[in-house]
């Protein structure tokens, strides 16, 4: 069984930074696809940031670009997102999501067959 849990919500400043992890099992996804995605209250889930290891492909939405990096520990099936400079508007459930191969859109949560419980990030004050 494939699980995807992620972890290290929580409550932070605004300009403040907060990692969150996503820890893979039942497979590994280190020729996959990985991606974290958000969804804020009454808004449509968006496309934060894509990764396919194979080949060195990193996708950021330009909302995140120069904020937020993903990475890969494939040893310890774990993907990683460090966001820095937060905004009030990063408010949101964190989701981690993965495929077994590449995308041709990779910013379409459709695109993805694996997905965690979420994690919420506030940004307040």
């Known amino acids: 069984q494939v699980q995807l849990v992620e972890s290290g919500g929580g409550l932070v400043q605004p300009g403040g930074s907060l990692r969150l992890s996503c820890a893979t099992s039942?497979?590994?996804?280190?020729?996959?696809?990985m991606g974290w995605f958000r969804q804020a209250p009454g808004k449509e889930r968006e496309f934060v940031v894509a990764n396919r290891w194979t080949g060195g492909f990193t996708y950021y939405a330009d909302s995140v670009k120069g904020r937020f990096t993903i990475s890969r520990d494939n040893a310890k099936n774990t993907m990683y997102l460090q966001m820095n400079s937060v905004k009030s508007e990063d408010t949101a459930v964190y989701y981690c999501?993965?495929?077994?191969?590449?995308?041709?859109?990779?910013?379409?949560?459709?695109?993805?067959?694996?997905w965690g419980q979420g994690t919420q990030v506030t940004v307040s004050s």
């Open positions: 999501a993965a495929a077994s191969g590449g995308l041709a859109y990779p910013s379409d949560w459709k695109s993805y067959d694996y």
């Open positions: 039942g497979r590994t996804f280190s020729r996959g696809t």
